[in-house]
């Protein structure tokens, strides 16, 4: 298990890392104005718990991929406005819980599902972004740019150390290897559902350019050109990876570092789906989509708000989906490859979702008796919305989808829950016990769920 230590100093490099009887150094991967970040990296066993040590300090790590695992799975880590003013005990309350569970039976991997930080206010306070993305200026001079640029890294940095810092947070993930996925809050609001004239103007590539350094260094403690071995494509044309083990699959396609108003992948993103769909892979795979893969029709919501002028600034949230109408080919695209995966003999797939700050999931109907089921969890940090926008989802939910022919999509409910969508913070736990895999959401009000088999 190839693992990175990120360390966030003043200046002066960290001590080294001691894994077995080895010693590891960190080196330096990004230098800020009054911070650099710090990268250390080790191995540790796969198949069996172990142990790293930092400054006097032992860090036990589950570990323990062949056997019986506990995973968990998170999304939305903030909220779009005044994020950084919350108060850390009601802010950070699920990643308190979630903490509690690995002290009581530990974690071997912690998956991030998107929207770690909601950056949507970096932006705000340079004359260049400050009225992103409705007021940008269109021909700004290079000597403007270099300024928005650094100043963009500087708000990005200082963000994530402000989230990596949190004592709830801070003591899991140095005790869990985390992987990660963005979403478009890692970049802003609506990132590539955006018009081009915004994300393809001079402040919008600056924009883009920013958030997808500080995604690299500090989501996987990597930069330009060392990229883990995980990641399909070396050059980080997109940031799709897989993580493989004899029995265990975790694909994470990149929904947003390709994505336009007309497209959510482009080839690269593709390429590395179609070649994960004709790969042989024993036991259970795991399909990290950002935005949910299955969901309501949502087409009648899309129509009436392009035709209420009052409703068109919520356009961006329809098109970040997978049912919107301008991306329905490239949805059955991605159903077909899943269909693929799982009629392979002797292998299960899940698909894994957030981004709806709401806990829900999902079911299409494969055929041959098989069923691909989706587990939505989102809402670690990021206050649930009303019960009234969770009972209008359930709603529009009744009318089912059907993207593939003889293939229904039904949205389903939580083990002993009343409604198809609850409205409270949450987060997931997904479990292997002699080689069956089940699932449990957490939920900040009713509490943990029954398990729900895959």
Not at 14 to 26: E, K, L, M, W
Not at 164 to 188: G, N, T
Not at 231 to 254: K, M, V
């Amino acid at each position: 298990m190839h693992i990175a230590a990120l360390f966030i100093t003043s200046g002066d490099a960290p001590s080294d890392v001691t894994a077995g009887t080895q010693n590891f150094q960190p080196e330096e991967i990004a230098r800020y104005d009054q911070a650099v970040v710090w990268r250390t990296r080790f191995s540790l066993p796969a198949d069996t718990p172990s142990e790293y040590r930092w400054d006097g300090t032992t860090f036990p790590i589950a570990g323990d991929l062949a056997g019986d695992v506990r995973l968990g799975y998170v999304s939305c880590n903030g909220e779009e406005i005044g994020d950084m003013e919350r108060e850390g005990s009601e802010r950070n309350a699920m990643w308190s819980r979630l903490r509690d569970q690995h002290r009581e039976k530990p974690l071997s991997l912690l998956l991030h599902g998107g929207d770690q930080v909601y950056a949507d206010e970096v932006s705000r306070g340079h004359p260049l972004s400050d009225g992103w993305p409705d007021d940008i200026p269109k021909d700004p001079s290079r000597a403007e740019l270099i300024d928005l640029t650094h100043y963009l890294r500087e708000r990005f940095m200082a963000r994530y150390a402000a989230l990596y810092a949190a004592p709830e947070f801070a003591w899991l993930a140095a005790r869990v290897p985390s992987l990660m996925q963005w979403d478009d809050h890692d970049i802003c609001d609506g990132w590539g559902s955006l018009k081009r004239s915004r994300t393809y103007s001079p402040v919008g590539q600056a924009l883009f350019t920013a958030a997808r350094e500080a995604f690299m260094v500090f989501q996987h403690a990597a930069r330009d050109g060392d990229l883990p071995p995980r990641f399909a494509d070396p050059e980080g044309q997109h940031l799709g990876w897989t993580l493989n083990t004899p029995s265990l699959r975790i694909i994470a396609p990149d929904l947003r570092g390709e994505r336009t108003r007309r497209q959510i992948m482009g080839e690269g993103g593709w390429g590395m789906m179609d070649s994960e769909a004709t790969r042989d892979a024993e036991g259970h795979t795991f399909l990290m989509s950002s935005v949910p893969l299955l969901g309501p029709r949502l087409s009648v919501l899309e129509a009436i708000m392009v035709a209420i002028p009052s409703m068109q600034k919520y356009e961006d949230d329809l098109r970040d989906q997978w049912q919107s109408r301008a991306h329905r080919e490239e949805w059955r695209r991605m159903l077909r490859l899943v269909r693929e995966m799982a009629m392979r003999e002797g292998h299960d797939i899940t698909a894994l979702s957030g981004e709806i700050h709401l806990a829900t999931r999902a079911t299409m109907d494969l055929g041959q008796g098989l069923e691909l089921n989706q587990l939505v969890a989102s809402g670690i940090a990021h206050r649930a919305p009303p019960k009234a926008w969770a009972r209008t989802l359930g709603t529009l939910a009744c009318f089912g989808e059907n993207p593939l022919p003889q293939h229904p999509i039904s949205i389903r409910r939580l083990p002993g829950q009343a409604n198809r969508y609850v409205a409270e913070r949450n987060y997931l736990l997904i479990e292997r016990v002699s080689d069956r895999w089940e699932a449990r959401w957490d939920l900040e009000t009713s509490g943990m769920t029954d398990p729900l088999p895959l």
